[in-house]
């Protein structure tokens, strides 16, 4: 496989697992983090970091609004819940993973 079709697969791909992200507001990020060790806040720092190596500025709060699909606090209001005392025991446990 070519370069610039590895290249269009992998945006492909990437595309496609934000889509899925923004349909599933049912998943909170601590879930996502317990589970996998990133979150969408994760992705959007990944993001971030992407457009500064290749010498783009880019705010966190932009970066949120490509992952997210909305502006950040937007999507908090909406969709976020409050931890159960599980959730974060699960989260203080796997920390170190992250």
């Known amino acids: ?4 079709t590895k290249l269009e697969l992998e945006a ?3 595309r496609r697992l934000v889509d899925h992200l923004r349909g ?3 998943v909170q990020n601590i ?3 317990n589970l996998s060790g990133f979150c969408r806040n994760c992705l959007s720092n990944w ?5 500064a190596e290749k010498g783009l500025p880019m705010e966190k709060a932009d970066a ?19 931890a159960s005392a599980e959730q974060k025991a699960a989260f203080e446990k ?5």
């Open 64 to 82: 949120r609004e490509i992952v997210y699909g909305m502006p950040y606090d937007e999507w908090k209001s909406k969709y976020q819940t409050e």
């Open 24 to 26: 599933r507001t049912d």
């Open 94 to 98: 796997s920390k170190p993973q992250h």
């Open 47 to 51: 993001y971030q970091d992407a457009a």
């Open 1 to 4: 496989m070519d370069e610039q």
């Open 31 to 33: 879930d996502m983090m």
């Open 12 to 14: 492909a791909v990437f």
